[in-house]
């Protein structure tokens, strides 16, 4: 999957109502965001639990944002 990395420290709230440090962010194609536990699952979607591998590097998801910008709708993931 493709995305725009960006290196970047951010403060986030995640989904407790806690704020948490993020090492950066990820924009990527949007997709379908699973909230749930599911026994099966589509190809094209993401989920809080999962994680992200950047040049070898493992990373867990903070917080999944969706975007849009006119038309063009993307997500914004945060990791850390």
């Known amino acids: 999957m493709k995305g725009y990395i ?3 420290t951010r ?3 995640i989904e407790g109502g ?3 440090t993020s090492m950066g962010s990820v924009k990527m194609r949007d997709m379908d965001i699973v909230r ?3 026994s099966t699952r589509g190809s094209n ?3 809080d ?3 992200l591998t950047i040049d070898g590097a ?3 998801i903070l917080k ?3 975007g849009k910008d006119f038309s063009v709708r993307f997500m914004e993931v945060y990791f850390a």
């Open 36 to 38: 749930s536990e599911f």
């Open 45 to 47: 979607s993401i989920a």
């Open 64 to 66: 999944i944002v969706r």
């Open 18 to 20: 806690s704020m948490v």
């Open 49 to 51: 639990q999962d994680t």
């Open 6 to 8: 960006d290196f970047r």
């Open 58 to 60: 493992t990373y867990t």
């Open 11 to 13: 403060v986030v709230m």
